[in-house]
């Protein structure tokens, strides 16, 4: 059995899927690591990624456009993330429990949404033809290289901005105006209101580019992960979002590390349950019981270094 | 000069500022501010001049009133409404981001771009340099916040403020963390800039500053304005008058202490905080039974890292600290309490009180799991009831009912809550920090009153407190904290002066080891 | 007199936000609905009147589902109230409630047992595997720092995965078509509280009596009194020698133990086979029902009442309307937004503020003038 396992790991398809697998927990982890760097807790990117995957769908359908299905995914999640933004900044619901709405709404709204807009239940079958999904693209050179050119070649082209974001984010937070602005407010907001940095705007601004970097994980999602959109395709990636950004520190780095750490279970998971006598739900748990692992080192590892800044700065947000 | 005398840069007229939780920070206050002085506005904490300020600079918008700038009456809603028009504040806890560096602090909000997006750091750092030039406030651009010194800091937040226009600068409370050099350079550097033309708004309750460098002086008590006054042309006991008021002032009668057995103990402190700065360095003392052991100093100098290392809130690197001979620095709270040690925090808002909980449910947050208070598994209630309304009675808390929410208190009352508890558990020693800070007259002289009483009863007292009245008045003996070090002893404090005891506070003078080591009764 | 003022205050808020919730879920329903009146009709009225030949008469058998709907989300909303109440914002109430659930039915069919005694070991057991589920996301929240809302939520799907395996591929009766479990003992099965095939068990007293226990508990323990002032004030909690840590742990233990009993009374109560496949969702309307009811286990039933009408207006829309039953997620999200907004009308309640304190300034300084003459 072991030596079975060891021999599809190896394989190029396994490295392929792992990176495939990772894209769309990377996009939400992004999300999580822009909102965290601004003081955020954005626990709603689940429900976001669930009402842009739909959404997705439903505009590539009536454009017959992937690229607009996709843009349209991107805004519902900005708009998605404003609205969290209005009840937490303004209206001053506990930003968890705004979340929270955000994500029951995306269990159930969805469903009577996809109902409201096209007379179905439950996934989009139908709706669903190889032209409305996001197209893979074959990089040239890069796919001529034996073995690495299969790993890293073909895939969709919103896997390939999901690592693009790793960088475009590190420059956005540490080589721009706005991402000195959102890690001011961030780590200590009155002085950036001080000096003028409006922090709700940065808040609202943070939010809402989660929330887009979300939308891009649930078109990813519906639009060619699961090529198409059921209700319960997202199985918790916005949560295990929530823990990547965690577990790397909330920079866009080590978020995308533990990203792949986490499409490492998942597609691992794929494989192992595909053997004899081993239980796929067991193996379907594996993702969940190594965030918790993850989260269990990373914690031990800063306990130390938080508590010490915490008891010195009580003001400032470790 | 008349036309100068006219020339009022700023006008707050009839300002009354009422906070959410009911509090009336300001009633009905008048301000104004003369082109290029150097104005205090002063008054004891909790007398509402940094509500004001915090007006003034937009952080806060008055309930009533209004506030002229240059003659023009101005909506102040935001920091940067206030900035727009030539108002910079340097704050008393710094509003600096400590993992950005100096210069990207110093830019932040107004940042230089280059290829129209990205952050032209080179820029930043030419810019500061330039201003710091300018303005002879040397600052290392580079450097990382969280690794620069408190009086570098300070810079920056005045460098922030100027590179952002401000003609008027708000100061609130500078000096509190200084050392005596770095006070000396503010002072040339803020007189410097007044003969720039800038005008400076200098918070402060320290008369030998305000006397040293400021032209007029406002100031307030009990949240309201005491008047507007030329330094020059007032003495410091008239400011003091003003200021706090002569009851307060004589208000403790007490006998001579008869101190007996030691009850706290100890012995060589060292504490080093997260940015390397060492303190609190070799301070040893014993505190005993029926006597008030005042702690006397400017703020930052150790007070609050060892009262913190004294109720567990801090590790000290090394040393003792032991409570009828028990280890108090390795025990939890729970424990230090049960050794019989009550502490009446600093921040009473943030350990004083659970301020959505009721009166009764604050009052007995110390004692709910003694058997008196339980019927087995549930709370003996009538038990309760009694002991809050009889602590309610004793000290004289102003409220509705013990079912009021502590919130809804006055902070006079607020702070008479954690009084009644700490003071009614039957301590064997109580450790005082800042005990009646900015709350009203009536509820300080009942505080202090109580202290007293409790230490001729026979209970251990140490008190801190930058108040150097209630420090000086209630203290039956006295040390001075200067730079982390114990600056000075004195046994006896009813001969003491202000004059001598602010030269040991400001580290002028220091008392011989051995006149110090006389603190420690036991060796 | 201030109080009550600020009391009527909140009153009126929360009713308002009701009313938003649900004109935003009247907006949906014209917007989906091509009978809107009628979709109205069933979701407003519906639960509790029935209309025969244009005779309205009260439907009690709707009450009875009504109640019976109550059962679990009146445990889950209590096991939110005392987690909450500590500030911990633990999740894991939705796979702890499936496991209990789980839990119980194992026990009801291979332990045998006196009827009664039967049914309330299956739930002790379901309750105390509850609590040592939630002793994960509590220690490593009090010993490491670890956020125990993320934690809690991976525990939901672990929660789910573990039980489906066990359920397909140990405890499955190969017999039947669907995945299910064996059938309970008769001794374990909770007994129905009204005559007529209604769903209403007397797991619905219990929930009762739980309503009283815990809210005694919160408010006349000593346990319950450390939890709150926890939740309120954490520092000041630690200041006054409260053993934070493990008070910590003990509301998410209680709370996880009071989500396995809502999920094994409604197992027990309700079925006689275990057949969930997913999770049930009561943990998640347990949080909308603490969030209504304040963290106040008192106002627990009436909160979860208030959903179940909801939910089963939902259902009617989709039965006889055109609206599916999903609404009822856009309507509590709604809820939940407009409920827990603290600044929702926040500028009337600083004038009633402002207003109260201008007239106790008035009162001192009129006071002060009478004692200088």
Known sequence: MWSQLLSTILKEEFLFSVIRITAPILFAALGAVIAGKAGVTNIGL?????????????????????????????????????????????????????????????????????????????????????????????????????????????????????????????????????????????????????????????????????GALAGFGGAFMSMYYSQGWNSGMVAGRGFIALAAQAMGRGEPVGAMFSSLLFGLAQALRTKVSGLQGVSSYLVSSIPYVVTILGLVIYAASTIKRVKKARAEHPEVKV | MEQKQNDLVVQMKGITKVYPNGIAANQGVDFSVRRGEIHALMGENGAGKSTLMKMLFGLEQPTEGAIFVNGEKVALHSPTAAIAHGIGMVHQHFMLVPSLTVAENIVLGMVPKKSGMFIDFKKATELTKEFAARFNLAVNPDAKVADIPVGMKQKVEILKALIRGAKILILDEPTAVLTTQETAELFRELVHLKEQGYTIIFISHKLNEIKQITDRLTIMRGGKSMGIYETASISEQEISRLMVGRDVILGVQKDTAAPTDVVLKVRNLEYTNEWNKKMLSGVSFDVRKGEILGIAGVEGNGQRELVDMLFDLREPDSGTATVNGKDVIHASQARIRAMGVSLVPEDRMTYGIADSATIEENLISDRFEEKRFNLGPLFNMKAIRAESDRLIQDYTVLCKSRKQKVKMLSGGNIQKVVVAREFSSDPTLIIADQPTRGIDVGATEFIRKKLVDLSRAGTAVLLVSADLNEVMELSDSLIVLYGGKIAAYFEDTSQLDDVMMGEYMLGLKRQSDEEIGRVCHER | MKDKRMFGFELVRGAAAILVALGVGTIFIFLSSDEPFTALRYLLIGPLVSLRGGIASFNTQGLYTILAAMIPTIFTGLAVCVMFSSNQFNLAGEGVALTGGFVAALCGIYLQMNSGLHAVVCILIAAAVGGVIMLIPALLKVKLGASEMVTSLMLNYVCMYVVLHYLNFVFADRSKGSTQTFPFAETARIGALVPGGSKLSWGFIAALAFVVIVAAFMYRTRWGYAIRMIGINQAFSKYSGMKVGGTIVLSQVIGGALSAIGGSVEVLGRYSTFLWKELPGYGWTGITIAILAKNNPLMVPLAAFFIAYLEKGCQLMATYCDVPSEMIDIIQAAIFLFFAAEQFLAGYRQKIVVKNTRADLAKVSASAQGGAE
């Not at chain 1, 739909?54 to 843009?71: A, C, K, N, P, R």
């Not at chain 1, 705004?98 to 709404?105: E, L, S």
């Not at chain 1, 937070?173 to 209101?193: C, D, F, H, K, Q």
């Open chain 1, 46 to 210: 689940e429900g976001i990624m669930m009402i842009s995957a739909l959404f997705g769908v439903l505009f590539s359908y009536w454009t017959q456009s992937w690229l607009v299905g996709v843009i349209g995914a991107m805004l519902v999640g900005v708009l998605l993330g404003l609205m969290m933004g209005f009840f937490a900044l303004k209206l001053k619901t506990d930003i968890i429990l705004a979340g929270i709405a955000v994500n029951m709404m995306g269990t159930g709204g969805t469903i009577f949404l996809l109902y409201m807009f096209t007379g179905m239940r439950g996934n989009t079958g139908a709706l669903v033809s190889p032209n409305i999904l996001i197209p893979t693209i074959n990089i040239p050179l890069v796919q001529d290289i034996p073995i690495l050119g299969s790993i890293l070649s073909g895939h969709a082209i919103l896997t390939y901005l999901a690592f693009l974001l790793v960088w475009l984010i590190w420059l956005l937070l540490y080589r721009t105006p706005l991402g000195l602005n959102i890690r001011a407010v961030g780590e200590n907001a009155n002085a950036a209101s001080s000096v003028g940095v409006s922090v709700l705007k940065i808040k609202y601004i943070a939010l809402a580019l989660s």
